[in-house]
């Protein structure tokens, strides 16, 4: 069994900063391409970041691409998007998603396990 807990989301004035983490258990997290996603309430989840197993490639989408970071750390079994300069409609519950796979995708349905989210607020 794999869990995913996502922890690191707050309340942040626009062009502030925020380091979401997503730690893993059950499994090593070598064994995953890994990726992040977001929902605003009435929405569909769209894909935000995405990171190759062995972090061998990341993919960002166009609107947080330059401004958010995906990265992982294997010793500590975590993965992490650092978000920078943050604009209101970067509002939305943040979810970490791991697919059992060597490749990320940007499509929702090809990953294999989530966690609960973790809100994201950012004022205006």
């Not at 929902?39 to 569909?44: A, D, F, K, S, T």
């Given at each position: 069994q794999v869990s995913l807990v996502e922890s690191g989301g707050g309340l942040v004035q626009a062009g502030g900063s925020l380091r979401l983490s997503?730690?893993?258990s059950g499994r090593t997290f070598g064994s995953f391409a890994m990726g992040w996603f977001r929902?605003?309430?009435?929405?569909?989840r769209e894909f935000v970041a995405a990171i190759n197993r062995y972090g061998a490639g990341t993919y960002e989408s166009d609107s947080v691409k330059g401004r958010f970071t995906i990265s992982t750390d294997n010793a500590k079994n975590t993965m992490y998007l650092q978000m920078n300069s943050l604009k209101p409609e970067d509002t939305a519950v943040y979810y970490c998603e791991a697919r059992d796979s060597d490749?990320?995708?940007f499509e929702l349905r090809e990953y294999d396990y989530w966690g609960q989210g973790t809100q994201v607020t950012v004022s205006s």
């Open positions: 997503c730690a893993a929902r605003v309430p009435g929405q569909e490749w990320a995708t």
